[in-house]
């Protein structure tokens, strides 16, 4: 086992998340490198210096750049607004530090490519914090289609739907803001991630991004309350997406169905431990979706665990991000998802905001 | 009670269908007017003289237009092929009798309009066999949206989707062939009648229709296997449809959710005895879908139960059209869904013909 | 195909659901033997004579014996109160007359041992009218189990739980007066007759009745609102079961599991087109209950259904008695449940509530 | 905030889990205490030793009176064999260090009361683990019930069933011998603090235990498979459990469902994030079970989290009860469930046993 020191830009949500994980991961997976959580930057040091007592970090600022530099500093987690990925991830590279930066992203995608082509340039670890795939079970169902258990896949339908904006008299905020705030910034890349992850790329879609509610009490909304697409994967197959914030009902709607020519999956991260198989083999008079519920016989099951019925939750899902950051580290292969994976992710969002202007289909490689 | 004549074109599934209903719904509903199975008609004198044992009917033929004209068939339900509709029903209206015509209507948009024209010429009873929304459940969800329950629609999703000819292998037969009996023919007209009939008028729509096994044993598949449309309606709500008759694992997946700004409702024919009800009110702490079980306090509730749980079924549906279509002869009154209403289907699953064809969105409206 | 007159005694709600079903069962069935409905029975001429129109009888009586006696009445169907069922029973088996019998099959445990002797003396048919044990799903779990399909059965639980006297102010009525019209004696006997199909005989038992709610507006309650047991199966097998019309929420809580070495089985009449099995073999990371949904490779599945997804609802069980009666009649060999089945039931009550008076485990063969 | 030095006796499963609860709770929770992991103690200083690596405690001990009276270790937890947990809890309250102690607390009914009179006497805090019932479903359940929401409980059924030996070819182990390693001393105890916590007191019950493989490769099963008991609660309610280690499909068959004359409640672990309440109010035609998914509007929530959906897993459950040690270390107050309420849920199991043996309902406070 070898410390290693860790810095993490921001200690708000995320940043207490990746906090929590950094301190966790070590006991949970037995890793080899094991966190130290060495500094935290906040955007005053009050703030910093309240994180840092409260999540343990050794150390406080609200200079970024002093944080990357340090030289106790081994490893980076960017966790602040999209706009400070870039300089922050370039400024790591540069100094041949590994980054694991919070989705999506950039703000841009020039942003993305730039931090694609900084990471590879310096040959560092990079990762993108796509956490909800990382359940035991949408591994386990990458892992099925990537099989091929359940055949040619010929359908997917796809939702990241929420409702913290449903309600119409819910007053605006920083994120009825900002293009990346809004549901296609927010909540679609990890959705699409997941189309991704699960079927490859997209070759073409038609979309539509609409804000619903405009008016808000205290101010007027400028970015997307939901949106719909029409896709093509590179495979074949068709599919669709949709994603919103004001899916009234919808608590954590991260659902997906596959469909294959000899089997299906459905998933909904509302129940989060369990997935749905259907395999068309057997008797025809059992045949049926199963619900497997998440165990030590899929891959990435907490190893503390017994048998299967242990749920994991949302944090569990971090401690996995930081297990595959350290191993990535270590390894020095590249894991999944790196910022190329990101920066893909990034295309499509642009790819269907210019659709929905155009109300044509495109090509996702023209972006 | 006065008893009615009742002719039926076909002896086949819906034929049978039709008539072990207009045998059951007198005695289920205590209706005004008692059907009388006074004749079928089958491609054969043979098959029909099977049917009219089977069944109970008092004569048999094999000459379409003999039922129609007899002056003991006072109303008629055709159960036929579709290009067999057009002709059975206009020649049914011209002699001023009520025609109940199975989905889709007319094996043509301009079947369709003919017929439409000729229902209206002659002011009879006039429906379409859209049977799956008339389950209870549906039923309410109608009402429950038309009340304005979930507020303003702001998404729909529907599909009619089942694995028939999921499997690659499963053999080319009538089928296969023939637009009408595509998924766009066989399927999509129920689901896309649900979304008329709980949304409104849809404005505008592009998609998608594929034949993904284009051969199988036997021979050439020549029509779509399935199809997927994004949708915008009068109301201004945004929609996503999709049709299958290989969606792996599923039966009758007639299924559809829609998103209100004050709830939201789900509902899945595979358990057609439940919906699914969001209300955006109460304490945030006993938020949720609750799981409705059709009963009594729901419209269309067969009577003859006491209580909520005793399950309808298939055939239920069927019965609960024959009361609809006796209850528009006997008021004089249109039910719906009424000739008008599945030409409006046929113009949506044209204009998704279109649209597929030219990639682009299309007003339905242009249909 | 030869006719057969249709006898029933009762109009009210099950005579009504006999009646639609021997209306229907011929076409639905294709049977040899095709219902006439020649006579009904009720407690005045003016409500026999409103039955005999509303559901297309021949004549109608309000003597109960003329209806026995009658030379065009060929079989019997009994839909009337407990009281009613052995005289009406003996005389028709004293006539040779087949005879169905709603549930409980008698009043007393006395009275059902007379019908059990009489039924068999005369060599009729005699069926008892536990419907819910008729459903494909519930067919398909007695064959699965009788095929060993799950092993040897280590643990059943059932419970028949409604909610319709749930609400502690809902006023006293019939139902709240007689022995059989408790819990006991309306609901019980349909989750005893389910526990007695899937696993055979009951050995002991210790149970508790009670009248939760001893007062309502309008009179004292004296019969059972609630009750649990616990029992051992003959097979070795122990299990519980709960019976209840108090159980707020549910609405037809027909429910059942049982499990076994090599598998075990779920299924509730709330959702009764679905069954959920779950077999022990297989890859581990596989192994799930999944949820099959009844269609044409199930026993005893509506036979006009083409695919599955056709849901089953509760006047096609009553249809499927009905069908079975007509067997029984047509070829002399007793079909299930008898009225030796419906006895056993009868004595696994008796069992319970001696127990529940003093608190002790019996046998049921004591009673 | 404070350092407490924290010693785990146990570095197997769950002192692997408290390790990881402990390094993180202060980050999660925002304690004011904030546990060092001091001390741990294995059956070897080699074990010792690797788990003090792994989990990253200062110090490793073979020895557990050495953790015990370590002046650095200032609480102790433990997570050993339960013939350990008295000897060691009584050396802890004698130095007036506060305990966390495993469930079930004592190996025998004489030892959880000798704890709970240890404990008393000196005034420290104490706490037993009954993990599963901190989730913060479950803790809302006993809220609602506690404020009487669902009115006067008439019915409870608890289960906590698993099949980790549900395949009888399964070899014997450590955990087919000794009467705590069975079903009433490993599953029982949870399922029944359950049953305490949201109903009170069992009044009296009837039980039966048994080992239905008797015999396993490798050897004798001497202790239990399965069981399963009647009770009644002194509140009145009637009630069933059951617990088995065979109930094949079962992977974490914690559930319950309790029901009111007000409205009714069901959990079951499996979906650990959920609850379905049902109330009995509002228009008939919207009864129904509501799935309630926790989030920050119920207690224990973990406080990361932004809102709903964001899913509580198995490691969360330790977490919650590290901080409320903490909470009742600190603050002076009891904090349940105490040692008491472990000793209490040890009755219930030795009158459970006593009435396996005897056949016969007894009262549970003569155990």
Request: hydrophobic share 40%.
């Amino acid at each position: 086992m070898t410390e290693i020191g860790i810095g993490i830009l921001g200690g708000g949500y995320m940043g207490k998340a990746h906090a929590v994980a950094m301190a966790s991961v070590g006991a949970v997976f037995n890793t080899k490198l094991r966190p130290r959580l060495e500094m935290v930057c906040a955007s005053s040091i009050e703030s910093a210096e309240r994180y840092r007592q409260a999540y343990g970090y050794a150390r406080a600022t609200a200079d970024w750049r002093a944080l990357v530099e340090d030289s106790k500093v081994e490893a980076l987690v960017i966790a602040t607004p999209q706009v400070t990925h870039r300089p922050a991830a370039e400024a790591a590279f540069a100094l041949g530090k590994p980054v694991f930066c919070e989705k999506p992203l950039g703000a841009s995608i020039d942003d993305s490519r730039a931090m694609v082509a900084a990471a590879e340039a310096s040959g560092c670890a990079n990762m993108v914090g796509f956490n909800y795939i990382r359940t035991p079970a949408s591994q386990f169902v990458r892992k099925l289609i990537a099989d091929g258990e359940i055949g040619d896949i010929t359908w997917f339908r796809g939702e990241h739907t929420e409702d913290f904006y449903a309600d119409p008299a819910a007053p605006a905020s920083w994120r009825t803001n900002g293009a990346a705030n809004g549901t296609m910034g927010d909540l679609a890349p990890h959705m699409i991630n997941a189309a991704l992850a699960l079927l490859g790329p997209i070759e073409s879609l038609v979309a539509e991004i609409e804000t619903v509610h405009t008016n808000r009490p205290g101010g007027k909304v400028t970015n997307d309350d939901q949106g719909q697409m029409m896709v093509r994967f590179t495979n074949g197959a068709m599919g669709q997406m949709h994603f919103s914030r004001i899916a009234m009902g919808r608590k954590m709607g991260y659902a997906y169905e596959v469909t294959g020519t000899k089997g299906a999956i459905r998933f909904d991260q509302e129940d989060q431990n369990a997935l749905w198989l259907y395999r068309a083999e057997g008797k025809e008079s059992e045949l049926g979706f199963r619900k497997i519920l998440t165990g030590p016989a899929h891959p990435d099951y907490l190893p503390f665990c017994q048998g299967p019925g242990h749920g994991t939750g949302y944090q569990d899902q971090i401690i996995i991000e930081a297990r595959d950051f350290l191993h990535a580290i270590e390894s020095g292969e590249p894991v999944w998802p790196t910022f190329r994976d990101g920066m893909e992710v990034n295309q499509v969002v642009a790819a269907a905001m210019a659709s929905s202007r155009t109300k044509a289909w495109v090509n996702v490689t023209d972006f």
